[in-house]
């Protein structure tokens, strides 16, 4: 039964009408990264579960850091607990007050948030330098999260990873749910806390820039093609290229002159957005597509099937929320604000 689902979502079978949707409505990979960019991409609720992975539980907490109306809190707070990111614990009786713990889907999300803040320390920190100083407790080093390979532990990049169909692989009809907004302005954000992580969701936490920059890492270059596979209406794939190629994420290049075509190629900075890429795609994939994978990817290093895992760039062991020291780099603008 699996089989025919795949060779029908592959377009091989005469699928008679019971496919859910005619052959010519517009498809898109599988990937449970529409879920992934929907939740993360939204600023209050990145925000939210930053706090947490500092360890923030309380109501009064998440409100006295981040200054967000109380009405917002308590419905991300809401939302997300039935995501299953958050889960309410009661820590008093009387009088009867709970707090929010992350799940493990939640605590999860750590290796994500590294990534991005690797990405905005290396690209987005500017003459400031990083925010925070990372001190991995177990190697007592100063450190830095890399983006490895799971079976030899080394740092993976975009040339040296290849990928192949997963049993999840096929594609699915493009759900059209017009609720694409892009995140709210990450200035707002950095208004409680300079972070990196912020600066990299800036450019990653966009939906339909995530949908082309993952056609980029899949080898699609070209705007017809880019648009074909992701069902992105031309207007917006045209401003998603320009602000991308304004980011520094993708060069434009000529490669037709009558008419005139260009193609997009990814840039140094474009290409390092590989690591937090994969690393939330993985994230996606494990807690939205359960046993079925949809994209398998090989180490061409060690030639191993891999999972990307975050480790220090000295002792090689990955990294967890509770295994982590923080220092803030430069003064924290809610310090004295008090
Ligand atoms: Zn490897
Ligand atoms: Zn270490």
Same mark, same amino acid.
């Not at 009867?96 to 690797?118: I, N, Q």
């Not at 031309?234 to 998603?240: E, G, K, Q, S």
């Given at each position: 039964?699996? @089989?025919?689902?795949?060779?029908?979502?592959?377009?091989?079978?005469?699928?008679?009408?019971? #496919? +859910?949707?005619?052959? #010519?409505?517009?498809? /898109?990979?599988?990937?449970?990264?529409?879920?992934?960019?929907?939740?993360?991409?939204?600023?209050?609720?990145?925000?939210?579960?930053?706090?947490?992975? &500092?360890?923030?539980?309380?109501?009064? $907490?998440?409100?006295?850091?981040?200054?967000?109306? +109380?009405?917002?809190?308590?419905?991300?707070?809401? !939302?997300?607990?039935?995501?299953?990111?958050? +889960?309410?614990?009661?820590?008093?009786?009387?009088?009867?007050?709970?707090?929010?713990?992350?799940?493990?889907?939640?605590?999860?999300?750590?290796?994500?948030?590294?990534?991005?803040?690797? &990405?905005?320390?290396?690209?987005?920190?500017?003459?400031?330098?990083?925010?925070?100083?990372?001190?991995?407790?177990?190697?007592?080093?100063?450190?830095?999260?890399?983006? $490895?390979?799971?079976?030899?532990?080394?740092?993976?990049? @975009?040339?040296?990873?290849?990928?192949?169909?997963?049993?999840?692989?096929?594609? #699915?009809?493009?759900?059209?749910?017009?609720?694409?907004?892009?995140?709210?302005?990450? =200035?707002?954000?950095?208004?409680?806390?300079?972070?990196?992580?912020?600066?990299?969701?800036?450019? @990653?936490?966009?939906?339909?820039?995530?949908?082309?920059?993952? /056609?980029?890492?899949?080898?699609? =270059?070209?705007?017809?093609?880019?648009?074909?596979?992701?069902?992105?209406?031309?207007?917006?794939?045209?401003?998603?290229?320009?602000?991308?190629?304004?980011?520094?994420? &993708? /060069?434009?290049?000529?490669?037709?002159?009558?008419? /005139?075509?260009?193609?997009?190629?990814?840039?140094?900075?474009?290409?390092?957005?590989?690591?937090?890429?994969?690393?939330?795609?993985?994230?996606?994939?494990?807690?939205?597509?359960?046993?079925?994978?949809?994209?398998?990817?090989?180490?061409?290093?060690?030639?191993?099937? &891999?999972?990307?895992?975050?480790?220090?760039? !000295?002792?090689?062991?990955?990294?967890?929320?509770?295994?982590? !020291?923080?220092?803030?780099?430069?003064?924290?603008?809610?310090?004295?604000?008090?």
């Amino acid at each position: 039964m699996r @089989i025919n689902a795949l060779k029908k979502s592959k377009g091989y079978a005469q699928a008679p009408s019971k #496919s +859910r949707a005619p052959s #010519s409505e517009p498809r /898109e990979r599988n990937c449970s990264v529409g879920r992934t960019v929907d939740l993360l991409g939204d600023s209050w609720t990145f925000m939210i579960l930053r706090e947490c992975l &500092f360890g923030a539980r309380r109501f009064e $907490s998440f409100q006295s850091v981040l200054g967000l109306p +109380r009405g917002t809190l308590a419905t991300r707070l809401k !939302k997300l607990t039935s995501q299953g990111l958050l +889960r309410q614990v009661q820590y008093s009786d009387r009088p009867v007050r709970s707090e929010y713990r992350l799940t493990k889907m939640g605590m999860d999300l750590y290796p994500v948030f590294l990534s991005f803040l690797r &990405f905005g320390d290396d690209w987005e920190s500017g003459r400031k330098g990083p925010p925070l100083q990372l001190t991995h407790l177990e190697c007592g080093a100063e450190c830095k999260p890399e983006v $490895s390979c799971s079976h030899c532990r080394q740092a993976v990049t @975009i040339s040296r990873v290849s990928y192949r169909d997963g049993p999840g692989a096929g594609t #699915s009809p493009l759900e059209r749910t017009g609720r694409r907004r892009r995140p709210s302005d990450p =200035t707002r954000i950095e208004q409680s806390r300079p972070c990196s992580v912020a600066r990299t969701l800036r450019i @990653i936490g966009d939906y339909w820039s995530f949908m082309v920059m993952r /056609e980029g890492f899949f080898g699609v =270059t070209r705007f017809d093609e880019i648009q074909s596979n992701i069902g992105i209406a031309p207007n917006i794939l045209t401003d998603r290229l320009n602000r991308l190629v304004r980011d520094d994420v &993708f /060069e434009r290049r000529k490669y037709q002159d009558a008419p /005139e075509r260009f193609e997009y190629r990814f840039t140094a900075k474009g290409r390092d957005l590989y690591q937090p890429m994969i690393a939330m795609l993985r994230w996606g994939d494990k807690w939205f597509s359960r046993e079925e994978p949809p994209l398998l990817l090989t180490h061409l290093d060690c030639k191993h099937d &891999f999972d990307p895992v975050v480790v220090c760039d !000295k002792c090689r062991e990955p990294l967890h929320a509770r295994g982590m !020291k923080y220092v803030m780099r430069y003064p924290d603008p809610l310090k004295g604000k008090k």
